[in-house]
Every structure is written in C-alpha cells, then in structure tokens.
C-alpha cells in the first residue's frame, strides 16, 4: 500500500505543479474547479445523499462556483469578506469533530449539515485557491501551501509511526497522535522557511512565518478529520477511487480544504 502510494504520489504531484506553474490564471481556477468537483461528486456519499439530493448537491456547486469564475473580477475584490465568512464557516463545522460519536443518526440531520458542509468547504477552498494564484507570485504561494501540507503529512506520519503515544481524536482517527502534530508542525516549519524565499513572503519575520505555518497546519488537521468523520458515520473506508493508494478527491485533498482557506486568511493579513 505505501509502495503505491509513493508512486501515484510522485505522478500527482508533479502534474499538479505543472498546472501551477503554467496555467494562466483562468486556466489554474478551471482546473482547480474540476478537482473540487469531483471531490463535490464524492461528497454525496459522505453526506449519505439519495440521487435527487446528491444531483442537487452537485448542481448547486457547479452553478457557485460558475457564477464566481465567471464574474471573478467582482468576487476577488471580495477577499476580505469572503475569506472572513469562509474561515468562521469551517470554525463552526469544526464544531462537529468534538459532538461526532460513533453510530450516530445519519438521516435528515445529518444529510442537511453535509449538504451545506459540502457546498462551504468546496466553495471556500475553490475561492481560497484562485485567489492565492491571482497575487503576485501566486504561483509559488500554491506551492508554499502544498508543500506545508505535505510536509506536515509525512511529518505526522513518521513521528506518529515512531514516537506517537497520545491519540488526537481516537473516536475520529485513532492511528493520528499529538506526536504526529509536533512533527508535522515542525517539518512543515521547515519547508515553510526554505520556500517562502520564493514568495511575497521573504522579508516577513520568523514569528508571522510560524504563525502561518501553525494555522495552516491545525487546520489542514481539522480538515483530514471533518472528512474522517462523514467517512466513519457512513461507514465507508475511501471517498473514491481516482488515486490509486489514495482514495479519492477528499481522501487525498481533505486536508486542503480548510487549510487553502486559513493559509489564504493569513497571506491577506501578511501581504494583501
């Protein structure tokens, strides 16, 4: 399993920075909507969706997110209100993570808050992302918030592997420590002050850097378990199949959700 993991890793991860680095800016949104929507698709079943209400899921964020691709001039002169609201939207799901409990009700409660926690987190990171690629530089603030994240996985996974004792959320993820957060903190740390040299970022202090990286993080954190918790309530082990080794969409990309939306927050504050 870790073998290709590796591998589809090492396919995904260079054609993803292709697309980065070379798209025009119009370019990089279309395929960061089609991304999203396929994890959207996959949402349906998280959301424990009947085809009617899972259709309508996936109508209502194509129509979002073509309504503000298409009037994109008007919507990125919104960042501040936008970034605010999406921020304080994810501070509320992430109210679920400490009410989830096991074989909990996954009817018309349930369906109603997924549905609307889909359209927030896709529409959010969607916005988040085109943002980000529309500053100067853009293209490598993409890049900073990837390989914080990355490097906050592969931290979490080795140092919660080796050294990891204290469970995260055991009713959640119990394989995910405190351990593995130290560590994915500091290698993301790491990556965060070798490549903010190629950013807006590069005069900024050590403590705003840190403060990015930490917020990036924990949120990225919080957006690998939100995703858990749909998965365990519906009793599913992958939200799709696109990722050899991966999963799908939100198996891969849970984490990018809220942490595209809080990176973006704080690069507003920073540079904006």
């Not at 970022?201 to 924990?218: D, E, K, R, Y």
């Not at 954190?221 to 969409?249: C, E, M, N, T, Y």
Request: one cysteine or more; proline letters at 4%; charged letters at 10%.
């Amino acid at each position: 399993m870790l073998k290709t993991r590796i591998l589809t890793a090492l396919v995904l991860a260079p054609a993803i920075l292709a697309v980065d680095l070379l798209a025009p800016d119009w370019g990089f949104r279309l395929a960061a909507a089609l991304l999203l929507l396929i994890g959207c698709w996959e949402f349906r079943r998280l959301s424990n969706l009947g085809p009617l209400a899972g259709a309508a899921l996936f109508l209502v964020q194509v129509t979002l997110i073509g309504l503000m691709h298409y009037h994109w001039d008007v919507f990125s002169h919104l960042a501040l209100p936008i970034l605010v609201g999406s921020c304080l939207a994810w501070c509320l799901m992430f109210l679920r993570l400490s009410t989830f409990k096991d074989g909990q009700d996954t009817g018309t409660g349930y369906q109603v808050i997924s549905f609307v926690s889909a359209l927030v987190a896709i529409t959010a990171s969607w916005f988040a992302l085109s943002w980000l690629r529309d500053l100067p530089s853009g293209q490598y603030l993409i890049i900073l918030l990837l390989f914080i994240i990355w490097a906050a996985d592969v931290g979490a996974y080795f140092s919660g592997r080796f050294l990891g004792r204290t469970r995260l959320a055991p009713k959640i993820s119990p394989k995910k420590t405190w351990e593995g957060v130290i560590g994915g903190i500091l290698l993301a740390t790491v990556a965060a002050f070798v490549l903010s040299r190629l950013t807006p970022l590069a005069g900024n202090s050590i403590p705003q850097l840190l403060l990015l990286t930490a917020v990036t993080v924990m949120s990225s954190i919080g957006g690998d378990l939100f995703i858990s918790i749909h998965k365990r309530s519906v009793q599913i082990k992958d939200a799709g199949k696109i990722f050899p080794g991966h999963g799908g969409v939100l198996d891969r990309f849970d984490s990018l959700l809220p942490g595209a939306t809080f990176f973006a927050m704080v690069i507003w504050v920073l540079i904006a």
